[in-house]
T-cell receptor, first 113, second 113 residues
Framework: DAGVTQSPTHLIKTRGQHVTLRCSPISGHKSVSWYQQVLGQGPQFIFQYYEKEERGRGNFPDRFSARQFPNYSSELNVNALLLGDSALYLC????????????FGPGTRLTVT | GNSVTQMEGPVTLSEEAFLTINCTYTATGYPSLFWYVQYPGEGLQLLLKATKADDKGSNKGFEATYRKETTSFHLEKGSVQVSDSAVYFCALRGGSNDYKLSFGAGTTVTVRA
């Protein structure tokens, strides 16, 4: 079975622009979480979605939003990009909302110039 | 809130040396504890977990014991290999209804032949 996939792998945006990142969970997994990993730091939780509803939100501004589709894939949107948004964005999927095992994708490397 | 503090790196070892990475945590309730590993250019992989006090997680020769009295979850391996070179993250998940992972800053381990 395929693991968690994310697209694109890399992208470069300019300050003020908008970006959409995509994630496809492992087949059968209903929960998707998003994390931001700034270089040299541990991942920080952004959102969790389960059964297409937001179930948790981290300490991120309203410029960050996400949604989950009927096939359980997910999009993370970031508006009005800042230089500080440059990071590796990781998506993780799990079978259920409370499952201990979260499987991470390879991430999307976002660079804001 | 929940937080994780782990030993700063980088750590450089020779093959077959003993590895210890210290991790302590602050949490309310009864958290679950995890070690994740990130190889260069890849996403995070779950290495091991412990879901209650005194549990020992183990995988691929790595071990960690959940010590509630010292709020610690130190990672150990008796004989490292070059292929163990990676960044290691300690993480916790809070109690019921709190499914996000809180990560430490990561420890970079380099094993030399």
């Amino acid at each position: 079975d395929a693991g968690v996939t994310q697209s694109p792998t890399h992208l470069i945006k300019t300050r003020g622009q908008h970006v959409t990142l995509r994630c496809s969970p492992i087949s059968g997994h209903k929960s998707v979480s998003w994390y931001q990993q700034v270089l040299g730091q541990g991942p920080q939780f952004i959102f969790q979605y389960y059964e297409k509803e937001e179930r948790g939100r981290g300490n991120f501004p309203d410029r960050f939003s996400a949604r989950q589709f009927p096939n359980y894939s997910s999009e993370l949107n970031v508006n009005a990009l800042l230089l500080g948004d440059s990071a590796l964005y990781l998506c993780a999927s799990s079978l259920e909302r409370g499952a201990y095992e979260q499987y991470f994708g390879p991430g999307t490397r976002l660079t804001v110039t | 809130g929940n937080s994780v503090t782990q030993m700063e790196g980088p750590v450089t070892l020779s093959e077959e040396a003993f590895l210890t990475i210290n991790c302590t945590y602050t949490a309310t309730g009864y958290p679950s504890l995890f070690w994740y590993v990130q190889y260069p250019g890849e996403g995070l992989q779950l290495l091991l977990k412990a879901t209650k006090a005194d549990d020992k997680g183990s995988n691929k020769g790595f071990e960690a014991t959940y010590r509630k009295e010292t709020t610690s979850f130190h990672l150990e391996k008796g004989s490292v290999q070059v292929s163990d070179s990676a960044v290691y993250f300690c993480a916790l998940r809070g109690g019921s209804n709190d499914y996000k992972l809180s990560f430490g800053a990561g420890t970079t381990v380099t094993v030399r032949a």
